[in-house]
């Protein structure tokens, strides 16, 4: 197999870009050396899954950088453990109580109100200020967050008191230190990652930046635990990962109830953003696919409200969603994964001890898979007007195997219903000048400038 470059040369912080770019010299798969070890980077997605399904007993290890094991504990997270029994309960866990099917149904209402709030203030800024246009992150961010953080708690909050700081902290503040601080510090390289002999030598600023940070989070999130605590000790009980956790395992250490509740508010209130908010960025762009998108809706829903129920008869709702993961797709490069004994990909031997790199960005945007990759046009999903589930197999947004993302069908409820009642109440215009602004920050794509947009009130059932 081809081994070419340094990690340590690669200055940029979005990998996916430049491991893209090579493999159009050396193919889907190549390895790299990182320092001290080596790393095969996979970007196609036949031989991703190759790794992730058919090979994963031999690659079933996660590699953390020193970032994220600091920030998940080494590991005390479920999608950052290596697959064995923490990892098998912690996952049943999650889909038993918060995102298999029938706990989705449990949450039906949260969904719709938090979907049904976000369209009412929408409406208050277009008639508060008509000329402005409206910052979409904004209102979608407090929402989600709200969303996630009652499941996740039993209620939303909009302060608290942290015992550590001696203060109250708003609601922006503790969606910073929970959600926000992360999302920039794992961004952090510290490169005595990459030359392990080297551990000893101090990095100051890298270890302040996320100690601190994880110091923040775990104060955040015990204070906010302890408040429900007192309110299940009330006898107060309540639909929430939190009151589940705490009847099911009465033996969780206090690190162990923040990890998990930790976990799970940050997943649901960051990928889901990204992707909507880049399907609301090109809807707004491309006028003719939002107009094709709201003819579909009103021939299926008349003049009701667009909910969960209408998705399956949406083709083109669902292929502007799934166009969207393939194109900007939120994880565009999987939580490393490490070969744990010998094995082979694509007919190439791999000795344990390697890192496996899935970037999941080559794998969407591969010319042998997608006419003109760059393009954002949904309608390579539908075949004569219907949703083609087949072509979905060509894309991983959620990674695939055993570690396949758990929150898969409720960020395909929210995504898929949100822009699909967005579209419906409102046209969507981009702000002047905002048409190539496709740059992204994080380990999430997140978009870097925010989608502002006008938006203009559509009369139901005259148009
Ligand atoms: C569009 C939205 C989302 C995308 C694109 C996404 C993507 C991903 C990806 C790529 C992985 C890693 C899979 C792998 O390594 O093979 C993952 C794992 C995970 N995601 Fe999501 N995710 C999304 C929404 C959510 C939501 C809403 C939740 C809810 C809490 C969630 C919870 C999880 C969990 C718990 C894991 C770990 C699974 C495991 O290790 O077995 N995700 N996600």
Not at 160 to 186: N, T
Request: some cysteine.
């Amino acid at each position: 197999m081809p081994i070419i470059g340094n990690l340590h040369q690669l200055k940029e912080k979005k990998p996916q870009q430049a491991f893209t770019r090579w493999a159009e010299d050396y193919g889907p798969i190549y390895s790299i050396k990182t320092g001290a070890s080596t790393a095969v980077v996979l970007n196609s997605t036949e031989v991703a899954k190759e790794a992730m399904v058919e090979k994963f007993s031999s690659i079933s290890t996660r590699k953390l950088a020193k970032a994220v094991s600091i920030l998940s504990r080494d590991k005390k997270m479920v999608a950052g453990s290596d697959s064995g029994e923490f990892h098998r309960n912690g996952k049943r866990h999650i889909m038993k109580s918060l995102l298999g099917s029938s706990a989705l149904k449990q949450y039906r209402a949260s969904r719709d109100t938090m979907i049904d709030d976000m369209v009412s203030t929408f409406h208050k800024m277009v008639s508060d200020d008509p000329k402005t246009p409206l910052n979409f992150r904004e209102v979608f961010t407090s929402g989600l967050f709200g969303l996630s953080v009652a499941q996740a708690l039993g209620e939303d909050v909009s302060s608290i008191y942290v015992e550590e700081f001696g203060r109250v902290l708003s609601r922006d503040e503790i969606y910073e230190a929970v959600v926000h601080d992360f999302m920039w510090c794992v961004l952090e390289v510290d490169w005595r990652d990459f030359f392990p002999y080297l551990s000893w030598v101090p990095n100051e600023s890298f270890e302040t930046k996320v100690l601190t940070t994880e110091a923040r989070r775990t104060a955040v999130m015990r204070a906010l635990i302890n408040r429900q605590k007192e309110r299940i000790a009330r006898g107060e009980a309540r639909l929430s990962y939190l009151d589940y956790l705490l009847a099911e395992n009465a033996e969780l250490t206090e690190e162990q109830l923040i990890m998990l509740i930790w976990e799970v508010v940050l997943e649901a209130a960051d990928t889901t953003l990204v992707a909507t908010e880049w399907a609301m960025y090109e809807v707004a762009k491309n006028p003719e696919k939002q107009d094709r998108l709201y003819q579909e809706i009103r021939e299926v829903c008349g003049n009701e409200t667009v909910t969960e129920e209408h998705l399956p008869r949406l083709p083109y709702l669902n292929a502007v969603f799934q166009e969207t993961l393939r194109r900007h797709a939120p994880v565009p490069i999987l939580p490393p994964r490490f070969v744990h004994e010998n094995t082979s990909l694509a007919g190439y031997d791999v000795p344990a001890g390697t890192e496996v790199i899935i970037n999941v960005y080559a794998c969407h945007m591969n010319e042998k898979d997608w006419d003109e990759p760059d393009e954002w046009e949904p309608a390579r999903f539908l075949d004569g007007g219907r949703f083609r589930s087949a072509e979905t197999n060509k894309t991983i947004p959620f990674g695939g195997g055993r570690r396949i993302c758990a929150g898969m069908m409720q960020a395909t409820n929210i995504g898929c219903t949100s822009i699909a009642r967005f579209v419906q109440e409102f046209a969507w215009r981009l702000k002047e000048g905002d048409e190539d602004k496709v740059d992204t920050v994080h380990v999430t794509a997140y978009k870097l400038d925010p989608l502002c947009a006008y938006l203009t009130p559509r009369a139901r059932g005259t148009e």
